[in-house]
């Protein structure tokens, strides 16, 4: 995995604006935001997909979201309400080959997903 993006950020060879870290997960600002918040949490395990999630992995992905609740409260939007996206392959526009969760918040996000 030498040239994803994300695990550069999780080694600490590109900085990025960390809100959460622990052994198993990290959640910084994406340096293109979609809202006025934008968070992106992702496992520090390299699993390229959603498709790639095995069973072995589920309890990851619950774990990212209880993390994706914490988030939410120590930042201050869970109250107003927040929107996680998760894109799987290139027609859903997932450009980094590194499982991540979008977290929008911080304005009244529309109706409409795709543009």
Known sequence: MNNCIFCKIINKEIPSKIVYEDDKVIAFHDVNPAAPIHIL???????ETLLDVSEEDSNLIAYIFQIINKIAKQ???AEKGFRVI????????Q??????FHV???KKLGDKIVE
């Open 75 to 77: 930042e201050g939007f």
């Open 41 to 47: 949490v992702i496992p520090k395990k390299h699993i």
């Open 95 to 100: 450009e980094v080959k590194h499982i991540h």
């Open 86 to 93: 998760a894109n799987c392959g290139e027609d859903a526009g």
């Open 104 to 106: 929008l918040a911080g």
